[in-house]
T-cell receptor, first 115, second 114 residues
């Protein structure tokens, strides 16, 4: 298994631009999670899906953030418009099912820099 | 609700010395507990997990952790540190009843000197 695949690995964009981060979960995993990691706040859960349906998006910081999961093998996290304070590492993770207390498998992350 | 507290944002040891990274949890129901490791510019990798079976859990790379309910702790140890152990370590908790999400501590950076 190739694991959780995220793209791009690095993204540098100008303030005000739209940014789209992508994630392919492990095949057979029903739940997908988006986390953000910063020095100040550590790892924060932004949103998670189960069977492609968003379950809880209360961690999404603002309306500028949106996430979709159109099918079981693909999810996107979009920031529009981007701001310098959005600079962080964004991780996608997947698990068998969030109804089960299993650990998550993480992707390598996308390092976003907004200038 | 659940949470974990990791004591010490940085821990420094010499190569060959004992590694001890501390984690205390708070949970309204019995928890499952995890330790993850993050090497520079990489994602999080699962080291070990406690799922209510044996209280002493062995993981990869010679690490182990012991679940102590009376102390609400799940400290991570390794008898002898290697230079390659230098990384950031995260303790995490999830409710064993399911339908909850993994909550992480702030992380502890382990520094290993020769």
């Amino acid at each position: 298994d190739a694991g959780v695949i995220q793209s791009p690995r690095h993204e540098v964009t100008e303030m005000g631009q739209e940014v789209t981060l992508r994630c392919k979960p492990i095949s057979g995993h029903n739940s997908l999670f988006w986390y953000r990691q910063t020095m100040m706040r550590g790892l924060e859960l932004l949103i998670y899906f189960n069977n492609n349906v968003p379950i809880d998006d209360s961690g999404m910081p603002e309306d500028r953030f949106s996430a979709k999961m159109p099918n079981a093998s693909f999810s996107t996290l979009k920031i529009q418009p981007s701001e310098p304070r959005d600079s962080a590492v964004y991780f996608c993770a997947s698990s068998l099912d969030y109804s089960l207390p299993y650990g998550y498998t993480f992707g390598s992350g996308t390092r976003l820099t907004v200038v | 609700a659940q949470s974990v507290t990791q004591l010490g944002s940085h821990v420094s040891v010499s190569e060959g010395a004992l590694v001890l990274l501390r984690c205390n949890y708070s949970s309204s129901v019995p928890p499952y507990l995890f330790w993850y490791v993050q090497y520079p510019n990489q994602g999080l990798q699962l080291l070990l997990k406690y799922t209510s079976a044996a209280t002493l859990v062995k993981g990869i790379n010679g690490f182990e952790a012991e679940f102590k309910k009376s102390e609400t702790s799940f400290h991570l140890t390794k008898p002898s540190a290697h230079m390659s152990d230098a990384a950031e370590y995260f303790c995490a908790v999830i409710l064993n009843s399911g339908y909850s999400t993994l909550t992480f501590g702030k992380g502890t950076m382990l520094l290993v000197s020769p």
